[in-house]
């Protein structure tokens, strides 16, 4: 991807499907930097307004969906807000795990102290669910797989970090600190004269796939949408997996890592066209 340049993933008369890249709002914010309706406008020729119909946070990569009129914000608002589409994430995660899935249902509210996060509240709290699937144990860190039910402001984040096992990389929630290959490899040798740069430094969370229903109203079908990991994720991914294979298990099927790096659909946790999660 060039230079603020966009990934298009699907494209119709009615919404788009992006790859957002990390770092960008979604919508102004007091940096004064270009949001992404802003950059796809200047990218694409439009004959109306784009409008949000979900959100991604701002340092979160991944795929996401925006409507190119209002019938289909509209349209699809409604389907999120039924839970008529799927999401699915991954995360590299601090480790070990306890267990290898998991169910997570923690009402969230917006933090007293800190008016920009959100913490977990039994009491004042809105219900949130969240379902999460190890991939690959890498020991001190795992990659899961994570799909969230409901839609609260940063929830996957949240749910983790409440239950013990914070994102990597988090500056909110967890750890600022970047992954460092020199943590992982043994006999490391930094280059001589070169300073060791990071495996990754930014937010450890991508949402990689997204399933909604396309076509016109009256003959829509589900589609999944997947949007490939940033060139330092998928790097991430593979050194760890490389380089953790004599102290963790890796994936738990390789045929996961081979489908991550060719952008390839994964399972979801819980079929939420089915019978409810049992949870």
Do not use: C
Request: hydrophobic content about 35%; cysteine-free.
């Amino acid at each position: 991807m060039t230079k603020n340049k966009i990934d298009i993933l699907f494209e119709n008369d009615r919404i788009l499907l992006i790859n957002k890249p990390t770092g960008i709002s979604v919508t102004p914010d007091r940096t004064g930097a270009e949001d992404i309706q802003q950059l796809l406008t200047k990218q694409l020729t439009l004959t109306e307004s784009l409008r949000l119909i979900h959100r991604l946070d701002k340092e979160t990569s991944g795929v996401m969906v925006i409507a190119k009129n209002k019938q289909a914000q509209s349209r699809y608002s409604r389907r999120f807000a039924k839970r008529q589409t799927s999401k699915l994430y991954l995360a590299i995660v601090n480790g070990p795990l306890a267990y290898p899935k998991g169910s997570i249902k923690d009402p969230i509210a917006r933090s007293k102290r800190n008016p920009q996060a959100m913490h977990v509240h039994p009491r004042l709290g809105k219900p949130a669910h969240t379902v999460w699937q190890q991939l690959a144990d890498f020991g001190v860190l795992s990659l899961v797989a994570v799909q969230p039910v409901t839609g609260r402001t940063h929830q996957i984040r949240v749910h983790f970090s409440h239950r013990g096992m914070p994102l990597a990389i988090d500056p909110v929630y967890g750890s600022n600190a970047p992954l460092m290959l020199s943590a992982y490899k043994n006999g490391y040798r930094a280059k001589r004269d070169k300073d060791e740069s990071a495996m990754i430094s930014r937010l450890t969370l991508h949402a990689y796939q997204l399933t909604i229903p396309v076509g016109s109203p009256d003959a829509e079908q589900l589609q999944t949408f997947v949007a490939p990991l940033d060139k330092k994720f998928a790097a991430a991914v593979k050194l760890l997996t490389k380089h953790t294979q004599n102290t963790a298990e890796g994936f738990a099927d390789t045929d996961d890592f081979q489908k991550i790096l060719n952008a390839e659909p994964l399972a979801y946790p819980l079929d939420l066209q089915g019978d409810s999660d049992g949870a």
